[in-house]
């Protein structure tokens, strides 16, 4: 089994060949389908590593042997299932881990059953559910205020720094920061002096309807406003090559060679940082910080009871139920209890992270590899 990946257009594609080299239908047509369905990049890559896991096992299955792959798929049933399931289970692999790949799996087989999918398959080989159970939902991880502080301290630069802090202060994911352009930006000169939070409509990641993007408004402090103000107006990004000054299409951050960011490069610059700084690397990631970004709402000025913050939490990380912003709830009462009688306002959290980690140009640390 071969899993080939090949760029074109900024987008990538995934051919699946077999031993032979020659092409596997099925799982190639679904992957096309799904870009063409404008799922996300990560997501693809992710649902392409399982189906080659899946379809490896099925070329290495004895039960199998003399079959092509592309007929194997087809002919799967429930027994089958349950045998690459107990087969990843004995190679140790986590509970969590098999149910989401069988999950996924499962979504593969649906398609498979659907005109788009050309109904290879009469029926899915499962019933009205997994065999393996979702595993409980864990508190997310959060971040503090104090801890982005130290991360961004171990970045090199102010480019590195305020598009970090800006995916703490937005709460916005990683795969949303890398395609915003300036003129997202809201214009100050709109609002009164006395506003300290401005509306961000943001290009949202994970439409279900089919949509290239799903759009939604969260806020952004004033301080962090300034700051990526200040960012725009600096040398390095205002004569950048490829880019007009005031151009509104140009990207809001830039790496510090003047390309635009990517995922993995945020990823890696984000975790490099926090290693510098002593921590773990596995402590810390972009999706942290949109934990941590709920935690904060939770314990700010936004609203006199949980409900309130609940609500306004929604609208900022963009989840379409209320029961995905739920899991934050589950914070222990006495966390927050213990914060009851001190003055937790974002926008001064979001000043005094800007004047611990402010970096002006002529204090940035070049690092030869890094990109970001």
């Given at each position: 089994m071969i899993l080939h990946k090949y760029i074109s257009h900024s987008s990538t594609s995934y051919i699946f060949l077999n031993a032979h080299e020659r092409v596997l239908v099925h799982p190639t047509l679904y992957l096309r389908h799904l870009q063409k369905h404008n799922r996300s990049q990560q997501s693809q890559k992710h649902i392409a590593n399982v189906l080659n896991l899946y379809c490896k096992w099925i070329e290495e299955n004895d039960a199998f042997v003399g079959v092509d792959i592309d007929s194997a798929l087809v002919s799967i049933l429930d027994g089958d299932i349950l045998d690459w399931l107990g087969y990843q289970r004995a190679k140790g692999t986590s509970e969590a881990t098999i149910n989401n790949r069988e999950v996924l799996v499962r979504e593969f087989y649906r398609w498979l059953t659907s005109a788009d999918g050309g109904r290879v398959c009469q029926n899915i080989p499962w019933g009205r559910r997994t065999f393996t159970r979702s595993p409980h939902r864990r508190l997310p991880r959060f971040v503090t205020?104090?801890?982005?502080?130290?991360?961004?301290?171990?970045?090199?630069?102010?480019?590195?720094?305020?598009?970090?802090?800006?995916?703490?202060?937005?709460?916005?994911?990683?795969?949303?920061?890398?395609?915003?352009?300036?003129?997202?930006?809201?214009?100050?000169?709109?609002?009164?002096?006395?506003?300290?939070?401005?509306?961000?409509?943001?290009?949202?990641?994970?439409?279900?309807?089919?949509?290239?993007?799903?759009?939604?408004?969260?806020?952004?402090?004033?301080?962090?406003?300034?700051?990526?103000?200040?960012?725009?107006?600096?040398?390095?990004?205002?004569?950048?090559?490829?880019?007009?000054?005031?151009?509104?299409?140009?990207?809001?951050?830039?790496?510090?060679?003047?390309?635009?960011?990517?995922?993995?490069?945020?990823?890696?610059?984000?975790?490099?940082?926090?290693?510098?700084?002593?921590?773990?690397?596995?402590?810390?990631?972009?999706h942290r910080l949109r934990h941590g970004t709920a935690f904060s709402v939770l314990q700010s000025e936004f609203g006199k009871e949980l409900l309130d913050k609940m609500l306004v939490l929604k609208s900022i990380l963009g989840h379409s139920n209320i029961s995905t912003t739920e899991i934050y709830s589950a914070i222990p009462i006495t966390a927050l209890q213990s914060l009851k009688g001190k003055r937790h306002v974002r926008f001064e959290e979001a000043q005094r992270i800007y004047e611990d980690t402010y970096l002006p140009e002529r204090s940035h640390k070049e690092r030869r590899g890094h990109t970001i």
């Open positions: 205020a104090e801890q982005v502080t130290r991360l961004l301290k171990g970045l090199h630069n102010e480019s590195q720094r305020v598009a970090t802090h800006f995916m703490y202060d937005t709460g916005i994911r990683v795969s949303e920061l890398v395609r915003l352009s300036c003129n997202a930006l809201p214009n100050e000169s709109d609002w009164p002096d006395e506003v300290n939070y401005y509306p961000l409509l943001i290009p949202g990641s994970k439409p279900y309807d089919g949509s290239k993007f799903k759009y939604r408004f969260t806020i952004i402090s004033r301080p962090m406003l300034a700051r990526v103000r200040r960012y725009h107006s600096s040398a390095r990004y205002t004569l950048v090559k490829g880019w007009g000054v005031f151009e509104p299409e140009k990207p809001m951050f830039l790496t510090t060679h003047g390309r635009p960011l990517t995922i993995d490069s945020v990823q890696k610059a984000i975790k490099a940082a926090w290693t510098r700084q002593g921590g773990s690397e596995r402590e810390m990631s972009p």
